[in-house]
């Protein structure tokens, strides 16, 4: 048994969200495989307790007939932060017009709008590499987990 790996376990919800959508139980899964999965193992996989092959996962996907993407979670640069506008406002004029540079493009790209901007892990490193850090991470209002 493997040790419970962040990857695994992000899976492993994934796969649990899954098969309760369809209403299943684990038991459920194992007889509409033909007992390919049995219910103990499947259980490990939700639990991130067992790493799922993948080879296991796209015939997993194809009984639960959804794509195998759907199993997968999003790459840490693609999560997203949220950033508070009002903070950004109280930064000095020169670091204050880079940031409102900065959000304009990424909202205009986006196409978001209102008091918070939806930015991506990647982009707050860019706004690192224009800005001092500290001012960036003031403007962190949040970060939105796997």
């Known amino acids: 048994m493997e040790s419970n790996d962040p990857l695994n376990e992000a899976i492993g919800v994934r ?12 038991l459920d899964v194992e007889a ?3 007992g390919e999965f049995k219910a103990s193992v ?6 991130g307790e067992r790493a799922l092959s993948v080879a296991r996962l796209l015939r997993l996907a194809a009984l639960f007939e959804m794509a195998p993407v ?3 979670p999003e790459p ?4 997203e932060a949220t950033i ?5 406002e109280a930064a000095d004029d020169r670091q204050g017009e880079t940031i409102d540079r900065f959000l304009n493009a990424i909202q205009g790209m986006r196409k978001s709008g209102g008091a918070r901007a939806a930015v991506r ?10 800005l001092d850090p500290a001012v960036v991470e ?7 987990e796997p």
Do not use: H, I, T
């Open 15 to 26: 796969v649990r969200d899954a098969r309760r959508a369809r209403g299943w139980s684990l």
């Open 32 to 34: 509409a495989s033909n």
């Open 42 to 47: 499947l259980g490990a996989y939700e639990r």
């Open 70 to 72: 759907v199993f997968l």
């Open 76 to 79: 840490p640069e693609q999560r």
């Open 84 to 88: 508070d506008l009002m903070a950004a």
């Open 121 to 130: 892990q990647s982009d707050l490193k860019v706004l690192a590499a224009l």
């Open 138 to 144: 003031s403007l962190r209002a949040e970060v939105d």
